[in-house]
């Protein structure tokens, strides 16, 4: 994990021979969607366990069948909410979950509308209340523009003051995380790589890509489907 000098509380994983070689895959146009989801639930289960070193941890006492000893669990591992942001933080919540087994989760929907204004309609929100002593990680593998998750973080913020509030993704882009960071100084963001730049569609370079259609595959516009007449 390194720190980006460029900011504060700004971390990737380019230091990890593994996270890379994932993100490899992911970037690759050949790989479908079902090694790229799989490759998102492992990102999202590796990411979570490099953030457990971050956490607070709490000396215990452990019997092992021949003796008493010391051991540690990891407090904060307990206390953590994950806010999902459709669709593609599916799989990467999936993997998050795996090492953060106690959270409570939120669902959001955002869809962000056509350059040059890149609006973000929030159609769905499900957040349970945020305790004092709560992580909150929300998961957007694509870290763009920074309008999605700045509208997620603003409504987040709703739901409670926790002690952490930690953004984790697959890849941003300089200029997300500088308007991520302008709005909210004290988010942490873990993404495995920043990239270079955004290109003028708002997608990242040299990127991966649209996450939730690699994810799922293409939308259909319900504008091109048949009309469908009910009989009664
Ligand atoms: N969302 C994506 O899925 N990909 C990008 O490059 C930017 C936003």
Redesign the pocket.
């Given at each position: 994990m390194i720190e980006d000098k460029r900011w504060e509380k700004v971390y990737s994983f380019e230091d990890s021979p593994f996270i890379m070689e994932i993100l490899t895959q992911l970037r690759d146009k050949n790989t479908g969607s079902i090694a790229f989801r799989k490759g998102l639930v492992k990102l999202g289960r590796y990411m979570a366990y490099e953030i457990t070193k971050t956490m607070e941890t709490e000396t215990v006492k452990v019997e092992t069948p021949l003796e008493e000893t010391e051991g540690i669990i990891v407090k904060d591992r307990r206390n953590v909410v994950i806010v999902t942001v459709l669709r593609?933080a599916i799989p990467l919540m999936e993997g998050l979950i795996k090492v953060f087994e106690h959270a409570r989760v939120g669902i959001v929907s955002a869809v962000r509308g056509k350059a040059p204004k890149f609006e973000i309609e929030m159609d769905y929100v499900k957040i349970p209340q945020i305790k004092p002593e709560d992580t909150v990680i929300v998961a957007d593998p694509?870290i763009?523009t920074g309008s999605t998750l700045t509208k997620v973080l603003e409504e987040v913020k709703k739901y409670g003051e926790p002690k952490r509030t930690i953004v984790v993704g697959v890849l941003a882009a300089p200029e997300g995380i500088t308007k991520i960071k302008s709005k909210f100084p004290d988010v942490e963001i873990f993404v495995a790589k920043i990239d270079r730049e955004l290109d003028d569609k708002?997608?990242?370079l040299p990127?991966l890509?649209?996450?939730?259609d690699r994810a799922f595959g293409e939308p259909l516009k319900l504008t091109t489907l048949p009309q469908v007449h009910y009989i009664e």
């Open positions: 593609a694509m763009a708002g997608y990242i990127g890509g649209d996450a939730g």
